[in-house]
């Protein structure tokens, strides 16, 4: 059983920034890679950010980076989403997930490839 809890949404003014956390109840969970999606009513969950299990390997969608930074603390079994230079269009529902990876597998694929979830967190970046 993998539990996810997010948190760290808010509204922020536009420039501004927000870090999210991902709290992760699960056994071994530097077995899991962990990834950011978000989506906005009426539009598919779109791929944010994914960091491997070990930290090595971590991927940002074209629209982030440069503002978005993703790390993880294995021992405490948090994720986190730091968000600068926030932007009107960054407003969504931020979803942490989680998957135990299969060899040779991407991190930034679809939220199909993902099989966690947690509820979301909401960010509201005012212009």
């Known amino acids: 059983q993998v539990q996810l809890v997010e948190s760290g949404g808010g509204l922020v003014q536009a420039g501004g920034s927000l870090r999210l956390s991902c709290a992760a109840s699960?056994?071994?969970?530097?077995?899991?890679?962990m990834a950011w999606f978000r989506q906005v009513p009426g539009k598919e969950r779109e791929f944010v950010s994914a960091?491997?299990?070990?930290?090595?390997?971590?991927d940002y969608a074209d629209s982030v980076k440069g503002r978005f930074t993703i790390s993880r603390d294995n021992p405490k079994k948090m994720v986190y989403l730091q968000m600068n230079t926030l932007k009107p269009e960054d407003t969504a529902l931020y979803y942490c997930?989680?998957?135990?990876?299969?060899?040779?597998?991407?991190?930034?694929?679809?939220?199909?490839?993902?099989?966690?979830w947690g509820q979301g967190t909401q960010v509201t970046v005012s212009a």
């Open positions: 699960v056994r071994a969970f530097n077995a899991y890679a």
């Open positions: 960091i491997s299990w070990s930290g090595g390997t971590i």
């Open positions: 997930a989680a998957v135990v990876p299969l060899p040779g597998s991407r991190l930034n694929g679809g939220s199909s490839d993902y099989d966690y």
